[in-house]
């Protein structure tokens, strides 16, 4: 049978503030001896208070604004109460009824607005860990991490528009330089809520799923231990299938949260749902109502950067790139910023050359995409290195690109030109005379060249003569050779055509 997916995403975010969330330890949770990284309020001892980290609250604010929320400007705390020994407190600082932000959304794709419900902060827990002796032991040195958790609308319709979100999301949040956002380290967690439901059983009602007529709704699965988005895909994809196997034999699906299980490829029930959690929320009583002044949320406005779908409409719209090129050179926040600084050289170069050269505009776009796509990114993945650390200039990546546009070098001799920038830095015109790389168009001397190449190649000249044009390529490689890589390849044909045709003059053929 068919049914309708749905899936909600919660993600937990680890924030890289100096400080934790309520005292001033160090936020560093890894690298540090066991409980080296602790102190008497985030151990949670008795008569000791906790304050409110600035900066983990100016966080909260601009992701809110950047996923177009609305901001509680009168915001509080909470306590979250429940046993667990990582948690030393015995509750956790929350919050519940008035979260920081509510009500926005993220755009996945194109224009696809996947609703958000609430961003709230929080404090991390410390962590266990179990050795071989069958000892648990604990470590409070994450406990009182600044936490974000961010709630979407069970909205999405499949595994891999889940996925599309958490990669949007991960990256905002680096766009942000809020969270460095690894998710196999635990900086950033997804969980999916995951649900099928009949078709045409079931409606949204003030962003809830509820039952139409006399259907009763099937009860939603919890996926947790999700630490990369193949894991995220794989783990719902399992869930629609093993829920969607039972729903057909008339099972019933139970509430629980299941673990995947990234060896077997399995998701294993954890623990039964069969009533909601009670947490006995309260409001938190060491820290005030927090109220955030205009002024606050303007200046954090003022900080608030492009995002990256904006980034990618704009490159389309303004350079003329398509939508997949647009993605690759955003997926960073840096290179996009690198590659953008290219695009308005190259773009004030083009405005230079005049008319001619402006018709041309969106194919030189596309050679500078190239570029940096491939023989950019490949020097950079190589050496595992991030644009940050790249000697050359935009301004001198974009000289190059002109270089090539304008016929002064071909390929083969850029690629030698850009391994030089990468290596020692440098202005590649410079690069092109020292190297004396600069194409030949002198068509005498070319001419001269494609003449004896002919010549010392009498069989293939026949060949290729009597219409084997496939020998292109192999007089080509040879006329390069000969000029020591200065000929510019796209001449060659034609030189050849030409010394054909008063070879066949001379034999008399037509
Ligand atoms: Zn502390």
């Known amino acids: 049978m068919d049914y309708d997916v749905i899936i909600g995403l919660e993600i937990h975010t680890e924030l890289k503030t100096k400080s934790k969330m309520f005292c001033s330890c160090a936020n560093l949770a890894d690298g540090a001896a066991p409980n080296t990284n602790v102190c008497p309020i985030c151990l949670g001892h008795p008569g000791t208070l906790p304050a409110v980290n600035e900066q983990a609250l100016k966080d909260g604010l601009l992701l809110g604004l950047a996923l177009n929320c609305k901001i509680n400007q009168v915001t509080k705390f909470d306590r979250k109460n429940y046993f ?17 932000a509510y009500g926005g959304y993220l755009t996945v794709g194109a224009k696809r607005d996947i609703g958000i419900i609430r961003i709230h902060l929080e404090e991390d827990t410390g962590k266990l860990v179990h050795d071989k002796a069958g000892h648990s032991l604990v470590d409070f040195n994450r406990a009182g991490t600044p936490l974000i958790e961010m709630v979407t609308e069970p909205v999405i319709a499949s595994a891999a528009e889940a996925k599309k979100f958490c990669q949007r999301f991960q990256q905002i949040l680096r766009y942000l330089h809020i969270s460095d956002a690894n998710m196999e380290k635990g900086q950033m967690r997804c969980e999916a809520n995951v649900s099928l439901q009949a078709k045409d059983g079931w409606e949204y009602v003030d962003k809830q799923i509820k039952p139409l007529g006399r259907n009763e709704l099937n009860n939603k699965v919890e996926v947790k231990n999700i ?31 299941r673990g995947w299980n990234d060896t077997t490829n399995k998701t294993v029930s954890q623990r ?9 929320y309260f409001p938190e009583p060491d820290i005030p109502p927090l109220i955030i002044s205009q002024a606050l949320l303007d200046s954090v406005a003022a900080v608030a950067t492009e995002m990256p779908q904006a980034k990618v409409e704009r490159l389309m719209q303004e350079y003329g790139l398509n939508e997949y090129d647009a993605e690759q050179l ?10 953008e600084e290219v695009f308005s050289e190259l773009k004030a170069w083009i405005e230079a050359q005049g008319d001619d050269w402006q018709r041309q505009e969106h194919k030189l776009m596309k050679l500078a995409v190239n570029w940096l796509e491939s023989e950019l990114l490949k020097h950079l993945n190589l050496n595992r ?16 690109i002109s270089l090539l546009a304008a016929g002064k070098i071909n390929s083969s001799a850029g690629q030698i030109i850009l391994n030089q920038m990468y290596q020692i830095g440098g202005d590649p015109s410079d690069i092109m005379a020292k190297l004396n790389l600069e194409q030949s168009d002198n068509a005498d001397e070319l001419e001269k060249i494609v003449a004896q190449v002919l010549a010392d190649n009498p069989d293939q000249a026949e060949a290729y003569r009597a219409g084997k044009t496939a020998l292109l390529k192999f ?6 050779a000969a000029s020591e890589g200065k000929a510019n390849p796209q001449l060659i044909p034609e030189l050849i055509d030409k010394i054909n045709k008063s070879l066949n003059k001379k034999y008399g053929k037509k």
Do not use: H
């Open 272 to 280: 039964l749902k069969e009533t909601a959690a009670d947490y006995r």
């Open 330 to 339: 955003t997926a960073d926040k840096a290179l996009s910023a690198y590659a």
């Open 475 to 480: 007089f080509v490689g040879k006329i390069m």
């Open 84 to 100: 667990y020994p990582d948690l030393p407190k015995g509750y956790q600082i929350s919050q519940y009824d008035l979260p920081i």
């Open 227 to 257: 630490n990369s988005f193949r894991s995220l895909e794989k783990a719902i994809n399992y869930e629609i299938e093993r829920q969607s196997a039972m729903l057909d034999k008339k099972e019933a699906i139970p509430a629980e949260t």
């Open 385 to 400: 290195q991030t644009i940050k650390d790249i000697k050359i200039t935009p301004e001198n990546f974009a000289e190059l």
